[in-house]
């Protein structure tokens, strides 16, 4: 995200274009890109309810210093009804970049069309916990040949991982691999060097070459990427047509037009004690809150963040949002037993 934004900033070429327009409630990595890539970054608040965009507020911001807007597609649910081309739409009449980042929705379609191929260029992780992973690496895809140049000369110039950072790359995938089932998910969990299920901000992104080493285990699972989007979705569909919405539970809407992966289920719980009473005893079944803090609230972010302020929307979600396993290990049982902790413990 880093090198494709320093690389728009390039092809842009206007020194006063240095903002980027991101959701209040988003991943903390796409902040600390912005940061590194020496921008700014922009908030607009988010709809609780469909965990994308408030539409209307991003039509309304001020783009005169605007390089990108970057959008979200969280759990692998792409952006909200029609919003996906609408953020595309707003992009191009106001003469600024769209990055369709697609970190979590690899495989994910809107109307037929793959998440990540929406606006000017978009983004997949190969990181920890994505649809496909090796521990590290991700991709860019572009049709603007101009900015794949530039992106290939930034990408030419970085360094290349020493041997034992390959090393230990590969034994970090190994052991996640290994691990990755409800049963013995706590032993990965409970590795600090693994970083799983941690949320901190990080100020300094180190830019490296994607490891040779590693990256042939994203590709195979790329060639098979929609065998294992199937057990994600069919996870996450038992999900939606079983949790029952109740006073306290309640789903997040989702578009027509769109086909998710589910990376993870997100349901919101309303009342904080029975959320905090989920998220304690209820952990090693791999419900996690996603990230703790919309980015308004973020210290780290201060210096660099143009329009500090309330963000109703995205802390809203933040206090109320949790997420559920869907990854290939979850079976029949795990699910059940997912469902009835949450429905027992708001009950
Ligand atoms: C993980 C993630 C990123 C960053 O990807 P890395 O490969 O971890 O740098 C960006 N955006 C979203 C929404 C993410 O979930």
Not at 274 to 293: D, M, N, Q, V, W
Request: charge should be neutral; charged fraction near 25%.
């Amino acid at each position: 995200m880093t090198v494709l934004l320093k690389s728009l900033k390039k092809l842009r070429n206007k020194a006063e274009i240095n903002e980027v327009i991101i959701p209040a409630y988003t991943c903390y990595s796409v902040a600390s890109s912005i940061q590194n890539a020496g921008l700014k970054v922009r908030l607009c608040d988010v709809d609780p309810n469909t965990l994308s965009y408030n539409l209307t507020k991003l039509q309304n911001m001020p783009f005169a210093n605007v390089l990108c807007i970057i959008s979200a597609n969280l759990y692998g649910i792409p952006n909200q009804l029609q919003e996906i081309e609408e953020i595309e739409e707003i992009a191009s009449e106001n003469g600024v970049y769209m990055i369709d980042d697609a970190a979590q929705s690899f495989n994910a379609k809107y109307l037929e069309r793959e998440v990540g191929t929406f606006g000017s260029v978009g983004l997949y992780s190969f990181d920890k916990g994505k649809n496909i992973t090796s521990i590290e690496g991700g991709g860019i895809i572009t049709n603007n040949s101009e900015l794949a140049e530039i992106i290939d000369s930034y990408y030419s110039k970085t360094l290349d991982n020493s041997i034992r950072d390959n090393l230990m790359t590969a034994i970090k995938v190994i052991i996640y691999y290994l691990f990755l089932n409800p049963l013995l998910y706590w032993i990965p969990a409970s590795l600090p060097f693994l970083n799983l299920g941690k949320t901190r901000y990080e100020e300094i992104i180190e830019i490296k070459k994607y490891s040779r080493l590693v990256a042939p285990i994203a590709l195979m699972q790329i060639k098979r990427s929609n065998q294992i989007a199937e057990k994600r979705i069919a996870n996450g569909r038992w999900y939606k047509n079983n949790i029952v919405v109740s006073k306290t539970i309640s789903k997040i809407n989702e578009s027509d037009h769109g086909m998710p992966v589910y990376l993870r289920y997100p349901i919101k719980i309303t009342q904080k004690e029975k959320r905090e009473a989920i998220l304690t005893h209820a952990k090693r079944y791999g419900i996690t809150k996603s990230y703790p803090k919309s980015l308004n609230l973020l210290i780290e972010i201060d210096k660099f963040l143009v329009n500090p302020g309330e963000f109703e929307g995205a802390e809203e979600i933040s206090r109320q949002l949790i997420t559920l396993p869907t990854y290939a290990f979850i079976n029949n049982n795990d699910r059940e037993n997912i469902k009835n902790i949450i429905e027992e413990m708001t009950a």
